[in-house]
């Protein structure tokens, strides 16, 4: 069974870093893309970033490039997303998923994953 749980969220001021988290389990990530999306209110859910599982190449969304980083862990079933210069459009429910298709669509194009986290909420308010 594949679980995947995202922790780390919080509520923070303008300008502020939180660092999320997600335990994968029920499948080893060398074989599989993960990617972190959003869900900002009243709007549809969005790739944020996600890493390839063929060469590890690392794909961010626009409205994040140069403000998110994601990685991940020594444990290699973690994936982590460090988010710096939070702003309230970054506002959402941050979900990590396992994307059905390449890294470079799964951050373009409407999300078709295949497993889900249950997402953890990410309010940025002054």
């Known amino acids: 069974q594949v679980q995947l749980a995202e922790s780390g969220g919080g509520l923070l001021q303008p300008g502020g870093s939180l660092i999320l988290s997600c335990a994968v389990s029920g499948l080893t990530l060398d074989y599989y893309v993960i990617g972190w999306f959003r869900q900002a209110p009243g709007k549809q859910r969005e790739g944020v970033s996600c890493i390839s599982s063929s060469d590890g190449s690392i794909y961010y969304s626009d409205s994040v490039k140069g403000r998110f980083t994601m990685s991940r862990g020594h444990a290699m079933n973690t994936v982590y997303l460090q988010m710096d210069s939070l702003n309230p459009d970054d506002t959402a429910v941050y979900y990590c998923?396992?994307?059905?298709?390449?890294?470079?669509?799964?951050?373009?194009?409407?999300?078709?994953?295949?497993?889900w986290g249950q997402g953890t909420q990410v309010t940025v308010s002054s």
């Open positions: 998923g396992v994307p059905r298709v390449p890294c470079i669509v799964a951050v373009t194009a409407p999300p078709s994953v295949s497993y």
